[in-house]
């Protein structure tokens, strides 16, 4: 049924009484003693205010179903999406585990560690565990993070994601181990945050806690990633690989354009591999084991955005203006890399939203698909009002409960990594990037009350441009891949089960603070001097 049109004709009739009354009521003119006139006159004005009622109770209730419609449709391709993901979970528990794991041996988190006679932790990522080993700790991909932060080689599976070309050399494998104020936990890692024992309730097993990751055996291959068109960078390039290569025996891929300057430069470089095509670049993570970027934070943010599932450890050095996450100087390169490449090395995992745009089932064609391709950020999405100069309006639903409607410039849900960038600048707090949480910061609210919010990391946001929104709305993904939303679109947004590991340059967090006094002068001013008036 056409709603707006039944809307309109029912509207249109109670229009068309309601001014045919006003007439008669205008030309009845009502003389003093005239009782019967005005008898009749205010038994018209009832009838009138009846037929006002009747018509706005009529137009609330083809709101309300449409916006139940509306919900309904919401809720079923939900319904859809979550049966989709079932189904790939699955399939993925259901493949037989690579040859190179057999249920006879050991596994990794079960053998001792034979340096220091302790339990290797969970975070060991030598072998191949059952898929199904670690299910409950990424609950919403069905898959844990540490099973692919390792060698695939070998292993046959059929998720776009992981499938694999054959390899030349093995991944070098690592481990992860969970410690607190420096000192290495002799506990292995769990997940549990809270433990019940004996009727207590304690939480001094957190997870989050910090986290070194240690080589089995020594890394052979990196990545290396640049920012474009700067020549310091490209000249800093050049000589990493040299010393890589001859010093290190590592091999290195760039990107393609990449390459293309190097061989402009020197044939020397036709030892550097290149992912020229998509499949390369989606398999990508399965061949280096250290991702080095040469930048500033947007270097960082696309070297992530490359990374469509897991993301070797990244090595970042500050070649940009601020370099919040850019730890590492590049004119001491060699030391770094030298101390990287032998660990430990603390790392901070910087954990990204994963977000999808749902299109108004109305509005799309038939046979085309409705829920567009996914974004995996590190820093945030935005939504914005675009060029519009009207308010955007913008319904958020957390866990499906209503949370607000934003009116205003827009909306920003960060990571805490995203936390110092246009989060910060919106007015957000500054959050340290172990700390689980999903950033809900508005952008110019046209509200005295609207205050930022950090919600918890397992909840799922959806933002919805109702109807009747006379705005646009435009999301952007980490700054980049504008895309319009229209009356109708959502955008689902949860956290993603592919952080990115990224190396430390002193530990995660005195390089968070020294980032935050030296990048962003925090709390900068002149210290009071002593003398002057004192309290007492
Ligand atoms: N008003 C604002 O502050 C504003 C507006 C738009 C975008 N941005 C940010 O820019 C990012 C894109 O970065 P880009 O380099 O591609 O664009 P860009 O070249 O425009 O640089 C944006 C600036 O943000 C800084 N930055 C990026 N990520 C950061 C982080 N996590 N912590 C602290 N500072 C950070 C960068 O160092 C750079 O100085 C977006 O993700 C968004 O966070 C900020
Ligand atoms: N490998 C790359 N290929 C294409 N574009 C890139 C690449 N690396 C970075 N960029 C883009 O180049 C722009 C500038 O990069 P980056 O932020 O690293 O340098 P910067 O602006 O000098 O440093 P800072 O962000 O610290 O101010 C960003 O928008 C980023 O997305």
Request: net charge negative.
């Amino acid at each position: 049924m056409d709603l707006d049109c039944g809307k309109r004709q029912n509207g249109s009739i109670h229009a068309c009484s309601q001014r045919s009354m006003e007439e008669h009521l205008q030309e009845t003119s009502i003389g003093d003693g005239d009782a019967h006139l005005v008898e009749f006159s205010e038994a018209m004005r009832a009838v009138k205010k009846a037929l006002r009622q009747v018509s706005e109770s009529k137009a609330r209730a083809l709101d309300e179903a449409a916006e139940w419609r509306r919900k309904y449709e919401m809720e079923h391709l939900r319904a859809a999406i979550l049966e989709q993901k079932q189904k790939k979970r699955e399939q993925y528990i259901d493949q037989s585990p690579p040859d190179s794991w057999s249920p006879a041996e050991p596994l990794d988190s079960e053998k001792s560690d034979p340096e220091n006679g302790e339990e290797s932790p969970v975070g060991s990522v030598n072998g191949w565990l059952p898929p199904h080993s670690n299910s409950e700790c990424c609950k919403r991909e069905g898959i844990c993070t540490q099973q692919i932060l390792r060698s695939h080689s070998g292993s046959t599976s059929n998720m776009s994601l992981l499938t694999r070309a054959p390899q030349a050399a093995e991944k070098a494998s690592f481990r992860l181990q969970w410690g607190c104020a420096g000192k290495k936990d002799s506990r292995n890692h769990t997940h549990d945050v809270v433990s019940f024992e004996c009727g207590n309730i304690t939480t001094a097993s957190r997870s989050s806690k910090q986290i070194t990751l240690v080589w089995n055996s020594p890394p052979q291959s990196v990545f290396i990633l640049c920012k474009p068109s700067a020549s310091d960078v490209t000249a800093i390039c050049k000589e990493m690989i040299r010393w890589l290569k001859e010093e290190k025996g590592i091999g290195v891929y760039v990107e393609p354009s990449m390459k293309r300057e190097l061989l402009d430069d020197s044939s020397y470089f036709r030892c550097v591999q290149a992912c020229e095509t998509e499949q390369e670049v989606h398999e990508v993570h399965t061949k280096v084991d250290l991702v080095i970027t040469l930048g500033g934070d947007g270097t960082v943010l696309w070297a992530a955005n490359m990374f469509k599932g897991p993301v070797p450890p990244v090595v970042s050095f500050s070649m940009g203006s601020l370099g919040f996450m850019t730890p590492f100087r590049s004119d001491r390169y060699k030391d770094c890399l030298q101390t990287l490449i032998k660990g430990p090395v603390y790392i901070t995992l910087r954990h990204r939203l994963h977000c999808q745009i749902i299109r108004n089932p109305e509005a799309v064609k038939e046979g085309d698909d409705p829920c567009e391709e996914t974004h995996l950020v590190l820093n945030e999405i935005a939504i914005d009002r675009g060029m519009s100069s009207f308010l955007t309006n913008l319904e958020c639903y957390c866990d499906d409960i209503f949370l607000t409607s934003v009116q205003g410039d827009g909306l920003i849900l960060s990571t805490p990594s995203g936390s110092t960038a246009y989060s910060l600048a919106a007015g957000g707090s500054m959050v340290h990037p172990q700390v689980p949480g999903i950033l809900f910061t508005p952008i110019c609210p046209h509200s005295l009350s609207f205050r930022p919010l950090i919600l918890p990391e397992y909840v799922t946001i959806r933002v919805q441009v109702p109807r009747n929104s006379r705005g646009q709305a435009w999301a952007s993904f980490d700054g980049k891949d504008r895309q319009q939303l229209n009356e109708g679109d959502a955008l689902l947004c949860h956290m993603s089960a592919w952080p990115v590991p990224a190396a430390c340059d002193i530990e995660s967090t005195t390089d968070f603070l020294q980032s935050v006094r030296d990048g962003l002068h925090w709390n900068l001013r002149k210290r009071q001097g002593s003398e002057g008036p004192t309290s007492n």
